[in-house]
């Protein structure tokens, strides 16, 4: 069993920086990608960014050239730096992992950017 665990949310002006972790435990030898997603209400949860297991990634055009997805590989974390932040980042941000190819969710963590 995979478990994920988001931290590193809370409320920032906009044009601030926030890091998001997911700290990934359990069973987690066969890693096939890590994903950043969020849900803002009333809207459908959306990819914010993607890394797999070679290395490449993924992001929404409306994070592009503001937010970068990494991982530390010895501390089973799954960082994603958010830059420049926009009133329309405000959502829930949940990390999402795939192993064995099975998908497991983390619970979710709150921003919020005010203008």
């Known amino acids: 069993q995979v478990q994920l665990v988001e931290s590193g949310g809370g409320l920032v002006q906009a044009g601030g920086s926030l890091r998001l972790s997911c700290a990934v435990s359990g069973s987690t030898r066969n890693f096939n990608a890590a994903g950043w997603y969020r849900q803002a209400p009333g809207k459908q949860r959306e990819l914010v960014a993607s890394?797999?297991?070679?290395?490449?990634?993924n992001y929404a055009d409306s994070v592009k050239g503001r937010f970068t997805i990494s991982v530390d590989n010895a501390k089973n974390l799954v960082h994603l730096q958010m830059n420049s932040l926009k009133p329309e980042d405000t959502a829930v941000y949940y990390c999402k992992g795939i192993v064995n190819w099975t998908q497991y969710w983390g619970q979710g963590t709150q921003v919020t950017v005010s203008s």
């Open positions: 890394l797999s297991s070679s290395g490449s990634t």
